[in-house]
């Protein structure tokens, strides 16, 4: 079971110990929406982890689109008392409670080959699944709503100056796959304007690509690939150059950054979260996990046939973190630790 990984216990004990506003959340009702993603899940686990450590009261309802897949993910909790499962999408959502107190939006599509095959559902999910939630939290009086955008908001940047929240790069609205970060700006657009229209206590923080903990072996994403390479002496091989340069985040440091800005940011406002000390181009993310995992004996290389139109268009996204850290957020550790985390955990779950 997917709880009873060693790694993921140690992270879910990490969280429950940072320093966060615990009693903020006591016997309060939080949705998480998307909650069988691998970010979802994660904040599942740690709130369960948290009631269980501080005596919170807690509810915590699970929204899932597949009952399959939240049995396989969260199915070790499903006698815990505190956890609900919800079964419905974003496109029709189910009848929700008549409380609910803080809700957590991480549900979104993230594979880049949906995003160019199907750029209707992505957007319609993302706008019109946000509106709907964002309505359903303004009935109810939310005490607190955030909403995980991605540094793909930034779109197109060709600078490697600090980024803070404003500094937004061109979308290319001709290029399909743009469906996808245009759909997180407006997604954004909307917790501002339910905050400043009706008062709905709504954030937005933008993330750094996530991994770690919980990554389904068969993960498409970059990370996930590399990490099985090293583990199988496999090259890697990349569809693009690897020229695109950014930050990532660790899980359980996705997680706090995420209940950071719940419980002490500010209505209205997107923070970003990233750990500046993992800026890289994704070649030389490559060349890294290849010395530092495998050995040295793999090597990457770049497949001149591989489609790049799936992929976003080159940019540097140098995020400034100042904003989350004034609320008392921080990451911590590099990649190289944070890729050893992650190849752990797939060992692990190998057996």
């Not at 994660?42 to 509810?59: E, M, S, Y």
Request: some cysteine; charged content about 25%; overall charge negative.
């Amino acid at each position: 079971m997917l709880a009873d990984s060693a790694i993921l216990k140690e992270d879910m004990a990490w969280i429950s110990s940072s320093d966060l506003p615990w009693d903020k959340l006591r016997n309060s009702t939080v949705l998480v929406t998307g909650a069988t993603g691998l970010i979802g899940m994660t904040t599942v686990f740690a709130l369960l982890a948290a009631d269980r450590d501080h005596d919170l009261g807690l509810q915590v309802i699970a929204l899932v689109r597949s009952p399959e897949k939240a049995e396989r993910v969260l199915g070790s909790h499903k006698e815990n008392a505190a956890l609900t499962f919800l079964q419905g999408t974003m496109e029709e959502l189910p009848q929700l409670p008549g409380r609910i107190d803080y809700w957590i939006h991480t549900a979104c599509p993230t594979a880049s080959a949906f995003m160019t095959a199907h750029p209707v559902e992505v957007i319609r999910t993302s706008v019109e699944g946000t509106a709907s939630l964002l309505e359903e939290a303004r009935k109810r009086s939310a005490r607190g709503f955030v909403y995980l955008s991605s540094m793909e908001a930034f779109g197109e940047v060709n600078t490697e100056e600090l980024l803070d929240e404003k500094a937004l790069g061109n979308v290319d609205l001709s290029k399909v796959r743009s469906c996808y970060p245009e759909s997180k700006r407006m997604c954004e657009m909307l917790c501002t304007s339910y905050a400043i229209e009706y008062g709905v206590p709504a954030m937005s923080i933008r993330l750094a690509q996530t991994f770690g903990p919980g990554v389904d072996y068969s993960d498409r994403r970059v990370f996930a690939m590399m990490t099985r390479n090293a583990i199988s002496g496999e090259d890697i091989v990349l569809a693009t150059k690897g020229t695109s340069r950014h930050p990532y985040l660790y899980t359980a440091q996705a997680v706090t950054a995420i209940l950071t800005v719940l419980l002490k940011g500010t209505p209205g406002e997107t923070y970003n979260a990233a750990n500046p000390e993992t800026y890289c181009s994704i070649y030389e993310m490559g060349e890294m996990v290849a010395e530092q995992l495998a050995g040295g004996r793999i090597c990457v290389r770049v497949d001149e046939n591989g489609d790049a139109s799936r992929y976003p268009a080159p940019s540097f996204l140098n995020m400034d973190i100042g904003k989350i850290q004034r609320l008392g957020w921080s990451p911590a550790h590099d990649l190289v630790w944070m890729y050893r985390r992650l190849e752990e955990y797939l060992r692990e779950e190998m057996g």
